[in-house]
């Protein structure tokens, strides 16, 4: 079992900047690749970031958050990190951290494995 603790999120006015982190704890954490999710009321769970395990941290993005939004991991300290700029009123979400055992680029939430409870990102316009 991974278990995963989300922290960082908050009320902050448009253009501003938050950054959410992910402590990861349990049954060799640091071997999994690890996600960003967000989920606005009436919608579905989105996909906002993936970061792997292997080849330094290769990072992948949705082309809506691509360059504002940065994932990184310390892997000594089992922590991602999600480094959000020019944060918009459409960024208003619950923020989920996932982690996954599979192998390549996963965007879709059913191949993640274990998840965080969420923090609440309000941006104000």
């Known amino acids: 079992q991974v278990q995963l603790v989300e922290s960082g999120g908050g009320l902050v006015q448009a253009g501003g900047s938050l950054r959410l982190s992910c402590a990861a704890s349990g049954r060799t954490s640091s071997s999994y690749a690890m996600g960003w999710f967000r989920q606005a009321p009436g919608k579905e769970r989105e996909f906002v970031a993936h970061?792997?395990?292997?080849?330094?941290?290769?990072?992948f993005y949705a082309d809506s958050v691509k360059g504002r939004f940065t994932i990184s991991r310390d892997t000594a300290k089992n922590t991602m990190f999600l480094q959000m700029n020019s944060l918009k009123p459409e960024d208003t979400a619950i923020y989920y951290c996932a982690a996954t055992t599979r192998v390549g680029v996963a965007t879709i939430p059913t191949t993640y494995d274990y998840w965080g409870q969420g923090t609440q990102v309000t941006v104000s316009s």
């Open positions: 970061i792997s395990i292997w080849n330094g941290g290769t990072t």
